[in-house]
């Protein structure tokens, strides 16, 4: 058995930091890129290899503000105005 730190003491430089888009510490300082979603490329990194990193963030995981009223407005036949117009008698 060895006296000191060892190997250990020598790892006290980082690497990975966190990324602005996902938010993991997976951008790469020295390569410019995040091994997690490929920032700052536009499109984001996804492998077929990779089917639970690709349900983790797949539609329906966030807020889905806008997405998840379709559904309701595509059975009123996206309508805008009002269905019953008033009519004076």
């Not at 077929?48 to 407005?73: F, V």
Request: glycine letters at 12%.
């Amino acid at each position: 058995m060895t006296k000191g730190v060892g190997r250990t003491g020598t790892r006290n430089d980082k690497t990975h930091t966190l990324c602005r888009r996902c938010g993991k510490s997976s951008y790469h300082i020295q390569k410019g890129v995040c091994s997690s979603c490929g920032y700052p490329g536009k499109k984001m990194r996804r492998f077929n290899w990779a089917a639970k990193a690709k349900r983790r963030r797949t539609l329906g995981t966030g807020r889905m503000k806008y997405l998840k009223h379709i559904p309701r407005r595509f059975k009123n036949g996206f309508r805008e105005r009002d269905p019953y117009p008033h009519t004076k008698n």
